[in-house]
């Protein structure tokens, strides 16, 4: 420290430590009060890539096709499906959970219209469209029709006719839409250019905006979910239900993360007490850093209450990790202070405390730097989550370090020091086995090392980043259950769209059409030729009978009426070239084993001429677009085209459970075949949905692993370097972190564990964390070494009074993060145990294999002589 502020710092803390102590406690409330505005957020949005462009599309494509979010409840009565007290009590579900505000409609088994039992013709559904509710309709042939037809089968029944999937659709949120693609252009213009006063007043106001609304609309996900499990919970005794759905995986995350912070928090600080117990046995080595820990921990949370910061499913481990982690700064600087009074009884409390923040400064300030390097580099990463993580510990740690060197002092100033009891502490002992072996045994220590170091090469080789979200949770969660039964049974849980655009070329110079759903009356805009068709299907109904195309095909192959279609901005994709290259990829997709239900324009056209009785031609596919009944058209045309941007979309679901899906692959190979097979542009074909999305972002975490560990190790590199001037002493330094990151990561892809979005962040936590032990550790061997002059001297003081600290620490950190084992998310639980894994082989590696690259290239300079 400067001599001004070693003098600031010893006035107040040796003149006014109450009112330093009443200054904290003060901040401490005035932070606590903030507590009951704490919000966590699990949505959707917090889980993609902050600058994706995929997610804007998503939104765009969601917006233009009115595709909102979705519940699913699955219903398996324990009577058979189709029987009158299954229906009885399906149709009784149904109509309470149709009532559940927030719900526009239903898809049931019940309510879907009925093409194939029998087959009518158009006009008959015209005039009455039949459910398996319809007096008359026969059930066998209405489960034939669930199990095979084109439109229902694979996702209203499951092949056994146990199980039937109740989808309850959301209202497309279209305002939430325009507030984050408002927002979201802001914040990339900001990043490419400067902002204008009112652009930058604009952003303030919708950000702010939006996150209120976000927050309402959480709120009313949350009721709605609880609602319809309450309703749920009515028909348990009838039936096996389970909830399936975006929303209701976003609630259930948060109460995970809420009961994480709870319970990991509370186990935490019972852990640390017992801790603090065992290794000192003084009261006030028990209260004073347990008392820094709670209060680095309430003035954080209560700091991002009052701005409205909010946790997410990334750094919902940061209060487990900030208790630790000041716990660890803590016990350096007890460790040091008993020390000193235990060698120097006769000192008064002021130079005992003084000279344990003089001594401690340097380095704490040094590892701490270290570590905050660690999670700062997170920064780098497009995921918003692991940014904000990485600037939550940063201020975190900040906040840890100054408490650590003004309360300590602060409350031991107001304590009398009484007798030593450092002497009675045997860890040293323990300790000393660790330099024994690297003097003894430095060779096998080597060894062991280049080994380690082998195997972890090749396990990081079989590292991977794809994952399935499913294995997020454990087997007896409703989220596991819900996704297994809908992934197995009901057409796969997780969304693709494909969009095809029309040729760019071929686009119509002006079409002013916008809406995503053609009017009943007239679908295809202004000059649709067909424009008396009502007459027509009058005549039609007439004329044909059970064949109401007949059997004349004037128009079946001809290319000129599709030309003459699309000048006059006509849908492009409505015609039978177009129509026959979708049914070709639709087919194609069906074939793939990872994927379960598609949908397009392709079952329209599949269902036409089932009902036809044979091939269509374009008049005839004109006709019957108008023929249908706006409830058909709306289910079978409506989501899948859109005449306003010539454009249609296949929409499908990919199962989570297939061991083979391969999400980069499977969109890969879709696009070749697309391009390749059928013959569509590359420019023409798009990706969109939630595999997109989650896709993005694995493969985001694995580039932003390789830069992250880059930007970390530069940065302890510069530390180094400035504290010790010496590159070899930096060399040696990183050599037992990095080995430890490697260990880490090598034993993930040795077994199997990949890359998501928590365990992204261990490699860098270990490195800046476990680097704390090598700073320690050399400023400590630096100076036994002055005072000895023997290297292998100062490296058996080094661990008898530094290893002592280093010891409880790793001790500490490695069981605390281990409690993370019992978590109820399973990223926590990998997160808890490979954090504890790296450091162990972090604390191994510093208490051996540093000592010995120590000794072997003798970093300090030569020994004394005589020595």
Request: aromatic share 8%; with cysteine.
């Amino acid at each position: 420290m400067s001599a001004k502020l070693f003098a600031a710092y010893r006035y107040i803390i040796t003149q006014r430590p109450w009112l330093t102590i009443v200054a904290l406690v003060a901040l401490t409330v005035f932070a606590a009060l903030g507590l009951p505005n704490f919000k966590l957020d699990a949505s959707a949005d917090s889980l993609t890539l902050e600058s994706d462009n995929s997610l804007d599309y998503l939104r765009e494509i969601n917006k233009r096709y009115q595709s909102g979010d979705f519940l699913v409840v699955t219903y398996t009565p324990k009577a058979p499906m189709l029987s009158d007290q299954s229906l009885q009590t399906l149709s009784a579900l149904r109509d309470e959970l149709a009532a559940v505000d927030g719900v526009s409609n239903i898809n049931s088994i019940l309510d879907v219209p009925l093409l194939y039992s029998p087959v009518r013709t158009l006009a008959e559904q015209k005039e009455s469209t039949r459910t398996l509710m319809t007096e008359g309709v026969d059930r066998e042939q209405a489960r034939q029709e669930f199990l095979t037809s084109p439109i229902y089968r694979d996702t209203l029944l499951s092949p056994d006719s146990s199980t039937t999937a109740i989808q309850l659709n959301l209202a497309v949120n279209n305002h939430y839409i325009e507030l984050v693609r408002e927002r979201d252009a802001l914040r990339a213009k900001m990043r490419e250019q400067t902002l204008s006063e009112a652009e930058a007043e604009r952003l303030e106001k919708v950000s702010a905006e939006f996150l209120a609304y976000r927050t309402d609309l959480s709120a009313r996900d949350h009721q709605r979910v609880e609602q319809i499990r309450t309703i749920l919970a009515g028909y348990e005794d009838r039936a096996e239900v389970f909830l399936g759905g975006v929303s209701m995986i976003t609630t259930d995350m948060i109460e995970f993360i809420r009961s994480d912070l709870v319970v990991f928090g509370s186990a935490i600080v019972v852990f640390v007490i017992l801790m603090l117990a065992l290794i000192f046995r003084q009261l006030r080595f028990i209260i004073l850093p347990l008392s820094i820990c709670l209060m680095a921990v309430v003035i954080m949370l209560g700091l991002l209450s009052w701005v409205d910061w909010r946790l997410t499913v990334i750094s919902s481990n940061f209060v487990a990790l900030l208790l630790i982690m000041t716990l660890a700064i803590t016990i350096h600087l007890v460790v040091r202070y008993r020390e000193l009074h235990a060698h120097n009884p006769e000192w008064p409390q002021e130079q005992l405390v003084l000279t344990t923040a003089r001594q401690m400064a340097k380095p704490c300030l040094y590892t701490a730097l270290t570590t905050i390097v660690a999670f700062v580099s997170l920064v780098v990463s497009d995921i918003r989550p692991v940014i904000d993580f990485g600037w939550m510990m940063t201020m975190g740690l900040s906040l840890a370090l100054m408490l650590a060197f003004v309360l300590l002092p602060a409350g031991l100033m107001l304590l009398p020091k009484g007798e030593p009891r450092d002497a009675g502490d045997k860890t040293a002992a323990t300790t000393m086995i660790f330099s024994r072996m690297a003097e003894h045994h430095g060779g096998l220590v080597i060894a062991i090392a280049l080994c380690a170091a082998l195997v972890s090469g090749y396990g990081i080789s079989l590292l991977k980043v794809e994952n399935r979200f499913i294995d997020y949770f454990h087997s007896d969660t409703e989220i596991y259950q819900g996704m297994s039964v809908i992934d197995r049974e009901l057409g796969g849980t997780v969304s693709l769209d494909i969009i095809l655009d029309a040729p760019v070329a071929a686009a119509p110079a002006a079409h002013t059409k916008t809406s995503a759903e053609p009017a009943a009356d007239d679908p295809f805009g202004e000059g649709d030729p067909f424009a008396e068709a009502d007459a027509f299907s009058d005549a039609a109904e007439e004329s044909f009978g059970d064949d109401p195309f007949g059997e004349a095909d004037p128009f079946a192959e001809d290319d000129s009426s599709t030309q003459s279609a699309q000048a006059n901005g006509e849908s492009q994709w409505f015609n039978t070239v177009s129509l026959d290259s979708i049914d070709q990829l639709h087919r194609y997709l069906e074939s793939l084993p990872e994927v379960g239900k598609v949908q397009s324009l392709a079952t329209m056209y599949e269902v036409a001429q089932d009902i036809n009785g044979g091939r269509l031609n374009n008049f005839e596919l004109g006709v019957m677009r108008n023929m249908l009944s706006d409830d058909i058209r709306n289910f079978l045309v409506a989501p899948y085209i859109s005449d306003a941007n010539q454009q249609t979309r296949i929409t499908l679901r990919v199962k989570e459970t297939s061991e083979d899906l391969r999400r980069v692959e499977l969109v890969e190979k879709i696009r070749r075949y697309a391009v390749d097979e059928v013959g569509f542009a590359p420019d023409q074909v798009q990706f969109t949905g939630m595999l997109v999305l989650y896709n993005n972002m694995l493969q985001s975490l694995f580039r932003s692993q390789i830069v992250t560990l880059g930007a970390v190790f530069l940065g302890i590199m510069l530390m180094f370097l400035v504290l010790f001037r010496s590159l070899t002493v930096a060399i040696i330094s990183l050599l037992p972190n990095l080995l430890a990151a490697g260990v880490v990561l090598g034993g993930m892809g040795l077994a199997g564990v990949p890359l998501d979005m928590m365990t992204i962040t261990i490699a860098a936590i270990t490195v800046g964390v476990g680097v704390d032990h090598a700073i320690h550790y050399q400023y400590r061997f630096r100076d036994e070494l002055a005072r000895c002059g023997n290297y292998i001297e100062a490296m058996h003081r080094s661990h008898a009074s530094i290893g002592r600290a280093m010891y409880y620490t790793a001790v500490i950190i490695i069981v605390g993060f281990s409690i993370l084992a019992f978590s109820n998310f399973i990223p926590s639980i990998y997160f808890g145990l490979l954090t504890a894994l790296a450091m162990f082989a972090a604390i191994l590696g510093s208490l051996t294999l540093l000592p010995k690259l120590i000794l072997v290239t003798k970093p300090f300079g030569p020994e004394a002589e005589g020595r």
